[in-house]
């Protein structure tokens, strides 16, 4: 790499997104249930903090839809993880925290939706495929906390897994894409 370049941050947020992502949902899923309490320090740190870096570092290279989408993401990740700790130290009424959950969980789909209709714009089929399944993800997620229905969280945390596993795959695409640069110089 050139002295003085950035690196692409892209990796870093795909990868901190991917994971988590992955850790939820084997839990949704109902694979390992013991999987939550993994995914809200994941949420916090590698799901929440390395996307928010990710975004500013997307800022620095102009990437507006990058910051945009890491930033936010990384946000998600961060309060869906404090929300989720603060019901446990009584912060948050039990009763409150699944209104909360769910309201959440409505207003992130509506912001990846727009992402959505904009990733398109772009031509890159991995991210095109991310965001479609996150929409999925979002839809399932919601349909199945308003409805109780534990068949669709379910399939929402197989449906949070093959999401994941796409996140990774563009991850991948990214630091090899570096290395193929770096062959080539």
């Not at 404090?82 to 509506?110: E, H, M, R």
């Amino acid at each position: 790499m050139a002295e003085g370049k950035l690196g692409n941050p892209g990796p870093l947020g795909l990868g901190g997104f991917a994971l988590t992502t992955f850790v939820l949902n084997v839990h949704n899923a109902g694979l390992v249930p013991a999987a939550l309490d993994a995914a809200l320090p994941l949420g916090l740190f590698y799901g929440g903090l390395a996307q928010l870096i990710a975004g500013v570092l997307e800022m620095r290279t102009g990437n507006t839809f990058g910051m945009t989408a890491f930033g936010s993401y990384g946000a998600f990740w961060i309060a869906l993880a404090s929300l989720v700790y603060f019901a446990k130290l009584g912060l948050v009424p039990g009763n409150a925290l699944g209104p909360a959950i769910g309201i959440t969980l409505i207003a992130w789909t509506i912001f990846t939706t727009i992402m959505t209709l904009l990733v398109f714009k772009s031509g890159h089929t991995t991210v095109i495929v991310i965001f479609v399944l996150l929409e999925i993800l979002f839809i399932l997620l919601v349909i199945g906390h308003y409805t109780g229905s534990k068949a669709i969280t379910t399939f929402a945390g197989y449906e949070g897994i093959l999401t994941a596993l796409s996140a990774w795959y563009g991850m991948y695409e990214g630091i090899k894409a570096q290395f193929d640069v770096m062959s080539n110089e």
